[in-house]
Every structure is written in structure tokens, then in C-alpha cells.
């Protein structure tokens, strides 16, 4: 019997810094997302949340709130960038590990800065940087277990190397599933024109974790027209609460159940800047709306 436990993330209330005065502060995060009715969470941005792991355990347990993942960026394909992204990385897998968490959501660097839009660096990798990339994150993800016990799940992102259906196949077959799997996020699987029920179906045994979103097909065309870079598509409002928008959230769930898995499922809605007073309603309503997509694997405990 699956089950897919959702939670929610900082990234629903509009957080993608470790400190921003535009964002919400995270007490508020945490007595509104516990007000919402999830019990799960993840840390964010490193740094949102108290790194110290006893103060964030007695916020959590003060909220009867748990940890299921960190997150943290990677750009392994770059020239000398293990000791960079394995500091980071560490930092991230610690914290996590001593408050209970037992995964570490890794996402790819972006080619080009989200907000401005400038291009940083070629958008396709070369075989070569292909290969450092995969080598390098299950280098990572080895690493991570032994140490800390924690398990890496490589989140495909817009604007990233890792971004359409074809490169998540590419990064899965370059992988090792011991120590590297995917987090399906299936907002960015969408807004990259990828087929998340396809995914599920080539790789069931490389479903790791879950981002839960929706994308407007109204606002990915705009962006697809335009090439607009993610930091204006967001403002634009191209990631949507369920059920606004694509993929269809109930034969989705349902296709995960089957795996026969016990698997997370985050909820996560990128809305940066948003109105403090935005998220809260909008948590509430996409509860609500999962619990009634007659999933029976679908719990909120």
C-alpha cells in the first residue's frame, strides 16, 4: 500500500532567500503552514529557517510540525566545483539529519539569472559536463548517505541543464539509483513541455520524492513565445494553485499510488514577492482540494 504524505515548503509562502524583507518571516511561516493542516515541511532557503538544530526542533515540535528534506543548488559541471557545492551541501545534509529529515532535494544552478534574466552560461552542456555533472552527484549523494544519512533527490528546475523531459532521461541514465533519484517536480516538468505520467511510467523506480504544482498553459506560452526568463514567468503568475492548472492532479497521484511506495509529496507554489497575507488562504484551499481527489494514499500526518 503507497503513501504519499503531503507537506508544504517556504517556497509556498514566497520564500527563495535566506533573508529577504520582502518575505515572509519564518515564524509566521511556520504558525501559518501548521494553521493550514500540513505537518510536514522543508528547510528552504538555508539559513530561513534557525540552522541551530535545537531551536529549529523545539519550533517544530512547538507547532507539531516535521521535517522531510532540505534543498540546496548545484553546479557540478562547472570546473572545480566539488569542494564549493559539497560545503553547501553539508551545511544542508547535517541540519537536516539532526532534526529528523531524511532527504536532500539537490536542484541545478540556473543558466541564467532568474530575476534579470542574464545569461550566465551556455544553456546545453557538452558531453563532457554531462558526464562531471552525473559523476559528481552521485559522488554527492554517496557521500550524504554514509555521512549523514540522508538520501539525494535531484529536482529537474526551468532555466536549468536539467530542465526537459529528454535531460531528466539523461541525467537518470547517467546516475546511480543507489544514491541518486528524482524528485518530480510537476510544476517545472510542465512548464519545461515534459510529460510527468510518462516519467513515472519510464523510471518507476527512480521516484524518489515529490514537488506538487501546477503551471497556467496560458502563462507557459507566453514564456515559451517570448523566452522569458523563470523569475518573470513566476511574476506572472505561471505557477498556479490546483486544480488552475496543468498537470491534472488526480490521475497524477493515482499513478504514483500504484508505484506501492512511501514517498513525500511537497506542495510548493512559486509565487516570489507575494502578499504576506496571500499564501495562507491559498495553503488552505490546495489542502483541501488534494485531500478531495479520492486518493486513498494521499495523508496529511
Not at 119 to 125: I, P, S, W
Not at 144 to 173: C, I, W
Not at 176 to 185: A, H, S, T, Y
Not at 280 to 288: K, S
Amino acid at each position: 500500500m503507497s503513501t504519499i504524505r503531503v507537506g508544504s515548503a517556504p517556497d509556498s509562502w514566497g520564500v527563495w532567500f535566506p533573508d529577504d524583507p520582502q518575505q515572509t518571516p519564518h515564524t509566521r511561516f511556520l504558525d501559518e503552514v501548521a494553521a493550514a493542516g500540513y505537518r510536514w515541511i522543508e528547510l528552504g532557503p538555508y539559513g530561513y529557517l534557525p540552522t541551530d538544530p535545537q531551536q529549529l526542533t523545539d519550533e517544530l515540535a512547538a507547532r507539531d510540525l516535521k521535517l522531510s528534506a532540505g534543498t540546496v543548488f548545484e553546479h557540478l559541471h562547472q570546473d572545480d566545483s566539488w569542494g564549493a557545492v559539497w560545503s553547501q551541501i553539508e551545511d544542508v545534509a547535517k541540519l537536516t539529519a539532526a532534526v529528523g529529515g531524511t532527504h536532500v532535494v539537490v536542484i541545478p544552478e540556473m543558466w541564467r539569472h532568474p530575476a534579470t534574466g542574464e545569461v550566465l552560461e551556455d544553456r546545453n552542456l557538452t558531453p563532457e559536463q554531462w558526464r562531471k555533472k552525473a559523476g559528481g552527484m552521485n559522488e554527492l549523494g554517496k557521500a550524504m548517505f554514509e555521512k549523514y544519512g540522508v538520501r539525494a533527490q535531484y529536482h529537474p528546475h526551468a532555466d536549468s541543464h536539467v530542465d526537459t523531459e529528454e535531460n531528466v532521461y539523461r541525467f537518470l541514465d547517467g546516475t546511480d539509483p543507489e544514491f541518486v533519484n528524482l524528485c518530480l517536480d510537476t510544476g517545472h516538468i510542465s512548464y519545461c513541455g515534459g510529460d510527468n505520467l510518462a516519467i513515472i511510467a519510464k523510471h518507476p523506480d527512480r521516484i524518489g520524492y515529490l514537488h506538487l504544482k501546477q503551471v497556467d498553459p496560458e502563462v507557459r506560452a507566453k514564456v515559451e513565445a517570448e523566452d522569458l526568463p523563470f523569475g518573470e514567468a513566476v511574476r506572472l503568475g505561471a505557477m498556479t494553485e490546483p486544480p488552475r492548472g496543468i498537470p491534472d492532479m488526480p490521475p497524477l497521484l493515482e499513478a504514483v499510488e500504484q508505484l506501492g511506495i512511501d514517498v513525500f509529496a511537497i506542495v510548493e507554489q512559486d509565487m516570489y514577492p507575494c502578499p504576506a497575507d496571500a499564501p495562507l488562504p491559498i495553503a488552505q484551499r490546495t489542502r483541501t482540494y488534494l485531500g478531495s481527489c479520492g486518493i486513498p494514499a494521499v495523508r496529511f500526518v
